[in-house]
């Protein structure tokens, strides 16, 4: 039974990040293909003072930071894909949301990866006016994070002191 939990927990992980991956492909094909860069589109005029859509790239990190130093990105990011990938396989939590978040970090993360590979630079397109653009797979990354501390804040410290068996299965009490 623990085998079968086990093979689930990894199943929805790749599950929602393949969901994430490709929402976030194919809105940033669609944004490409449609939108000209650095025009604002208000598809509804009465929220153009708060949000459009803008079609603009990023080489740097979040935010625009440091685009000196983009060919650095893939690896850094490539790191935090096997560091998600050995936390899941690791660490014996089963918390279905957990996995639900880890698959969001790690479909935004190969999101934003593979614009840097194919592209040489990430697109974005999401604009709120008060906040840099963003794209999906920043959304995914960040309400992933967002989920995760919920979850940590939240999870006593009898729940955080289990010993996790070898098959990742939570041990007895």
């Excluded at 990938?85 to 990866?113: E, K, P, Y």
């Excluded at 590979?117 to 974005?124: E, F, K, P, S």
């Excluded at 840099?132 to 919920?150: R, T």
Aim: net charge neutral; with cysteine; aromatic share 12%.
């Amino acid at each position: 039974m623990s085998f079968l939990r086990t093979k689930w927990r990894g199943v929805l992980v790749f599950a929602v990040a393949a969901t994430a991956l490709l929402a976030d492909q194919l809105t940033k094909a669609a944004v490409m293909r449609h939108l000209t860069p650095l025009v604002p589109w208000n598809p509804v005029a009465a929220l153009s003072p708060y949000f459009s859509l803008t079609y603009v790239t990023n080489t740097g990190a979040a935010f625009g930071l440091f685009p000196q130093l983009s060919g650095v990105y893939p690896f850094i990011t490539l790191t935090i894909v096997v560091g998600l990938l050995v936390f899941c396989r690791r660490f014996g939590i089963d918390h279905w949301l957990l996995h639900v978040c880890l698959g969001l970090q790690l479909g935004g993360a190969l999101g934003n990866l593979v614009d840097r590979l194919t592209l040489g630079h990430v697109v974005d397109f999401l604009d709120f006016k008060f906040w840099p653009v963003f794209n999906v797979a920043d959304s995914c990354i960040v309400v992933g994070v967002c989920i995760l501390a919920f979850l940590l804040l939240r999870a006593s410290p009898a729940e955080e002191a289990k010993p996790a068996e070898p098959d990742g299965a939570p041990g007895p009490a």
